[in-house]
């Protein structure tokens, strides 16, 4: 009897650390985690808040670093305040060729 107990509990124990699990990794994929801080830097630039607006999307790239849109948006935001050095730095890091400073230059200027 206190064997059937003892599987059960155990059973019970591992089913509730599964769903504990399922639910604590749904929905906090890197690329979801990403994809939220760059919707929040979008919203805090739009409020022209370029300071927080730097820190989601470098919270962005420290949660996908191979992703090209956080670097774009960090470079984005840079421009937005003048700092033409930091913007083309972020835009060079950029890991995707479709952001590079050099063939953006123009759309800047």
């Not at 009897?1 to 124990?13: C, D, G, I, P, T």
């Not at 820190?55 to 962005?60: G, K, S, V």
Request: aromatic share 10%.
């Amino acid at each position: 009897m206190q064997l059937v107990r003892f599987n059960l509990a155990r059973r019970a124990a591992s089913c509730l650390a599964l769903l504990a699990f399922a639910i604590t990794s749904c929905g906090s994929s890197p690329e979801v985690r990403s994809a939220r801080y760059i919707q929040s830097g979008k919203k805090l630039l739009e409020k022209k808040d370029t300071a927080h607006a730097i820190l989601q999307f470098e919270n962005a790239v420290k949660t996908t670093p191979n992703r090209t849109e956080p670097y774009c948006q960090i470079g984005v935001a840079f421009l937005a305040t003048k700092d033409v050095r930091q913007g083309v730095a972020a835009l060079n890091k950029s890991p995707g060729p479709e952001f590079r400073w050099t063939v953006q230059w123009e759309h800047f200027v």
